[in-house]
């Protein structure tokens, strides 16, 4: 098991960011704030990700766990089954049709059926999810490195940004999307994850497919993967803060 490399560091930043995060934040449903409170927030999260990066290596790793500490039934949150017809219809046939599309700033677009992603060479890793409301839980991942899925279509240099498009509407509102750094999309722990546990990963905690981003925050941990992009700005997807909860309010860089 890995463990990082000064695990105190590690705790001071997490204890930091999510003490800042609930001055603002009340569960991820709700963003309430004033002109004053979102510029001293989102100062804050600037300089947390300029420590956090300061003082953690490029390869530090999060947390690995012994076995008999993952739970008993992995929680399940926010979208919890996605009602679009397509999705349905995917989930119906086991989504033995479903594809991920990989396109933007990438030399070859490809798409990768379930079986083709499982045939790559597989990482699994036993971690904890640390969610913004409060709560944490461990479980074991298994998938496919997402830098082995980026090196597979040829990254541009261009790009910037890994954003990922998912099958979910959170609330019956917009598509849910998240976003991360090719720093962070190349760490050794941010995996497509297709497995919970030893098994096929659940409806309810993101099936087919779902981001495991170790060293983030839970919800930067999209579910529901359908389209992945490589772009150069975030400002044209969404509502141009990097993802569904940071167009709401939320910081973009959500490290711990």
Request: overall charge negative; some cysteine; proline content about 4%.
């Amino acid at each position: 098991m890995t463990r990082p490399n000064d695990p105190n560091r590690r705790r001071f930043l997490e204890r930091s960011l999510l003490a800042g995060g609930a001055l603002l934040l009340s569960g991820c449903d709700r963003v309430t704030r004033s002109d004053t409170m979102q510029s001293l927030f989102d100062a804050s999260g600037a300089l947390t990700q300029q420590a956090h990066r300061l003082l953690a290596s490029r390869e530090s790793l999060a947390r690995e766990y012994p076995a008999q500490d993952i739970a008993p039934e992995f929680r399940a949150n926010g979208t919890t089954d996605p009602s679009s017809d397509l999705y349905r219809r995917l989930a119906a046939n086991d989504f033995n049709d479903w594809q991920l599309q990989v396109e933007g700033l990438v030399d070859t677009p490809e798409r990768f059926s379930l079986a083709a992603l499982r045939d790559m060479p597989a990482r699994t890793q036993i971690t904890r999810h640390d969610c913004v409301e409060g709560w944490s839980c461990i479980g074991q991942w298994t998938g496919v490195a997402l830098g082995d899925v980026l090196d597979r279509v040829g990254v541009r240099d261009t790009a910037r940004f890994v954003v990922f498009h998912c099958a979910d509407r959170y609330s019956g509102g917009d598509l849910y999307y998240e976003s991360l750094d090719l720093r962070e999309a190349y760490h050794p722990q941010t995996l497509l994850a297709y497995d919970l546990n030893d098994a096929s990963l659940p409806i309810a905690n993101g099936a087919p497919l779902r981001l495991r981003a170790e060293r983030q925050l839970g919800y930067k941990m999209a579910k529901y993967l359908m389209r992945i992009e490589l772009v150069d700005s975030l400002d044209h997807i969404g509502r141009g803060q990097g993802g569904f909860w940071e167009d709401r309010g939320y910081q973009w860089w959500a490290g711990i």
